[in-house]
């Protein structure tokens, strides 16, 4: 055995000190690395669980969440939420609508964003890019910040799993036919991808160590990655490494991915691969292309993995995928590692650098700032051949150093910035959506309030008249019922107790020959007006039961929008039996038919008789008398001449009565048939019965009517009364979600301090 010499001895021991320092150095990065990763997933569980309190205030109290639904992606926040005072709650004064959510924001008025200091939404906002939704209408709103919600829930628990994970996940992607496989290869100084292919690489490859399968190079196609397990051999199929480009140009079976293990021979210190630290793993994915659903499965990828290596070829500089890939994969990851392949193609260098540099610093600040780390402008395809030109070489190890140390020295860097990042944004766009929801409670409950400040007078002004007029119905109809009654009982009585007044002028007397004449229009005419005195008190019922409701509905009026209508009709035609006054009279007058008896007083004629039967006996006596005398003078008897003056002048006054009894017969006509149908129209109850009659007839309607509007009035004041209680209801979820979404934004502003305070440098 050859002893070593004093140079080998000198090398070993250098060696041997690079590696004690490069292990004692990594302990103490992976310790660092180890503590800082920690803290970390607290920070993730933190954030976490404020996302499930929100989860709840949002279903607990519903669309209290929907102001911030409209959050689009440019987060505009539309000032007139904030800025402009509430609209003058509409003037209903018996329902009170719960006025919709104002639109909080409108997805392009930056402007108004700016206004109100509200920065964007970086993680929840609507992508038009990824959806297209830039519409701003309530549903899809409130519809994409629950879908957002639940995706950042995922999002963290899967960032849980990644940042515990000790391995490394790089995607290697770009542009078509940049390189990418070239580049994976030349990590590995081998060709193991298969690159220029035509068709395209469709497929995404993740290139790991042999290591993780028991040493063994491998390929396995998987139809489900999520389903993916090593040690289940239904879960892949099997194939040799060799044959891999065949596997990748047919994907006969339509493989989702393919787990590429290899070895990698190179030492420790120089593979990226094969490290001694991180189990590491190279994702060559598809090129970004139109084909949106490529590049949306590559963003979804890009989630899972912990650094980005974007190979830019040279000759095009970066396209609008690439941009937009980057720009999105940036806001999670301020580090991107970028690959300029294809370099030996440039002829004038410098000043493509200068160009892609640019463009880097718009697209990436940060990874700009630290160009000299990430930037890389290579020819890959060199690091392939035996021999590479000194020139590639060169560029490529450096690369290599740089990407190495990335991946496993900045782990915290690379692995644990981008979530860092992600949180920061998350914890950004939660705080926006705290005090936007805070805001817009803090003026529902303005606005709840000022609607039932507004419509309280309204309200109790119905609930007085429910109290006076309709819990005591009965004594509304009664005093109604009651003046209709008086007043008919008065009329009639009047009328009664002065009929005569009322029907001397209307019959004239037309003699003894027409005196049968007259007593029938005598008769007519009374019943006459007693009919029409009887439709006076019918209408005074009417009036003043219509009075009654009309006072009833010009109160409701006052205090509802639409007050009940009642149906007047029924009042109206309370007493209307289809006869006229005529009918009517003449219907009341066939119980009075008329007498002879009705001429004559008899008792007037007894009463004569008694008074002046002496008179007529004196006529008589005188007849006879004035005979004897007659005869006594004939004999010379003077005697007998007093006695026949004397019954001369009684039988001149018996004349004079009879004369007299003939010239009263109107009288007696009157008085007959007047005192006649008094009799009849006390005995048909023309004053008790008729004023009773017209008092239920009254509140019969009233009742009715009442009635009516009584259901129609109630209707409206349950209604009053539910939405007011749904007012009062909402005021509450919207002081309880007030206080939540101060609470819990108190809780996003300490947390996300802490975030930002983490130094991962
Ligand atoms: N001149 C030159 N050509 C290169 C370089 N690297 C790769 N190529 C060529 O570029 C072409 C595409 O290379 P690939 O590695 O297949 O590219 P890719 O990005 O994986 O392609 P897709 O996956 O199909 O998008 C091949 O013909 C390579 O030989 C380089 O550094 N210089």
Request: hydrophobic share 40%.
């Amino acid at each position: 055995m050859r002893a070593p010499s004093r140079t080998d001895s000198t090398a070993s021991s250098t060696e041997e000190v690079f590696h004690q320092h490069i292990a004692a150095s990594s302990t103490e990065q992976n310790a660092q690395f180890a503590e800082r990763r920690d803290k970390m997933l607290s920070l993730i569980a933190q954030s976490r669980a404020i996302l499930d309190d929100l989860s709840v205030v949002e279903s607990a109290v519903d669309q209290t969440m929907i102001g911030s639904q409209s959050i689009g992606q440019q987060g505009a926040f539309d000032s007139q939420v904030l800025t402009q005072a509430l609209p003058p709650p509409t003037h209903q004064t018996n329902s009170v609508p719960v006025r919709a959510m104002p639109t909080a924001y409108s997805a392009h008025s930056a402007e108004s964003r700016a206004a109100e200091g509200l920065p964007p939404l970086t993680v929840l906002g609507i992508s038009d890019a990824s959806d297209g939704l830039s519409t701003t209408t309530g549903d899809i709103e409130t519809h994409v910040l629950s879908t957002k919600m639940a995706d950042a829930k995922h999002y963290l628990d899967r960032l849980l799993v990644r940042i515990a994970d000790t391995r490394s996940r790089v995607l290697v992607t770009g542009d078509l036919n940049g390189g990418k496989s070239t580049f994976v290869n030349a990590l590995l100084r081998r060709q193991v991808v298969p690159d220029d292919q035509q068709p395209c690489t469709a497929l995404f490859a993740e290139v790991v160590d042999a290591s993780q399968n028991n040493d063994v190079e491998q390929v396995h196609g998987i139809p489900d990655a999520s389903k993916y397990n090593r040690d289940d051999p239904f879960t892949y199929t099997p194939f040799s490494i060799d044959i891999l480009r065949e596997v990748v140009e047919d994907n006969e079976p339509g493989y989702e991915m393919l787990k590429v293990y290899c070895r990698d021979t190179r030492p420790n210190e120089v593979s990226v691969l094969h490290n001694g630290i991180v189990d590491v793993s190279l994702i060559d994915s598809p090129g970004l292309n139109i084909d949106s659903m490529k590049t949306t499965s590559l963003m979804a990828q890009q989630e899972e993995i912990d650094v980005i290596v974007f190979l830019v070829n040279a000759e095009n500089h970066f396209t609008l995928s690439g941009r937009e890939f980057l720009q999105n994969a940036g806001r999670e990851k301020a580090y991107i590692f970028i690959v300029v392949n294809r370099f030996d193609q440039i002829r004038r260098k410098d000043r493509c650098k200068r160009e892609i540099l640019t463009q880097i610093k718009d697209i990436s600040p940060l990874t700009y700032n630290h160009a000299d780390q990430l930037v890389h402008f290579v020819a890959a395809k060199y690091m392939l051949e035996k021999s590479p030109p000194a020139e590639w070489k060169e560029s490529f190890t450096c690369l290599e150093d740089n990407l190495r140390s990335f991946i496993l020295e900045k782990r915290s860097r690379s692995k644990l910035n981008p979530a860092k990042m992600y949180l920061k944004n998350l914890l950004g766009d939660l705080s926006t959506l705290c005090t936007y929801n805070h805001t817009l409670n803090t003026f529902r409950i303005a606005e709840i309030s000022a609607q039932l400040s507004e419509t309280a007078p309204a309200h109790e002004r119905m609930l007085r008249i429910k109290e006076q007029f309709l819990d005591d119905a009965t004594r509304t109809i009664d005093e109604t019922a009651n003046r209709a009654h008086a007043f008919a009982r008065d009329q009639l009585s009047n009328f009664l107790e002065s009929v005569e007044t009322y029907v001397e002028q209307d019959v004239e007397w037309g003699g003894i020959l027409g005196m049968w004449t007259y007593a029938r229009e005598l008769r007519n005419a009374v019943y006459r007006h007693a009919a029409v005195r009887l439709r006076r008190c019918e209408d005074f019922a009417v009036k003043s039961s219509v009075g009654c409701v009309k006072n009833i509905e010009a109160m409701a009026a006052s205090c509802m929008e639409t007050p009940p209508v009642v149906d007047m009709a029924v009042v109206t035609t309370a007493f209307e039996d289809g006869s006229s006054e005529a009918g009517r009279a003449a219907a009341m007058s066939m119980f009075v038919p008329l007498e002879l008896g009705d001429f004559f007083d008899f008792v007037d004629k007894v009463e004569i008789c008694r008074e002046y039967l002496p008179s007529l006996g004196m006529v008589l006596g005188g007849v006879l008398g004035y005979h004897g005398v007659t005869r006594g003078i004939w004999r010379g008897d003077a005697t007998m001449v007093k006695g026949k003056t004397a019954f001369l002048g009684l039988s001149l006054a018996g004349v004079g009565l009879f004369l007299y009894s003939l010239s009263d017969m109107r009288n007696v006509v009157d008085r007959k048939v007047l005192g006649k149908i008094k009799t009849h129209l006390v005995s048909a109850g023309l004053v008790d019965a008729n004023s009773e009659r017209i008092a239920k007839g009254t509140r019969r309607v009233l009742r009715l009517a009442i009635w009516e509007f009584q259901n129609q009035f109630q209707r409206v004041l349950i209604d009053s009364q539910v939405k007011r209680q749904g007012l009062v209801e909402s005021r509450t979820s919207a002081e309880m979600n007030k206080d939540e979404f101060r609470a819990i934004g108190a809780r996003v502003g300490t947390l996300r301090k802490i975030v930002e305070d983490v130094d991962l440098d």
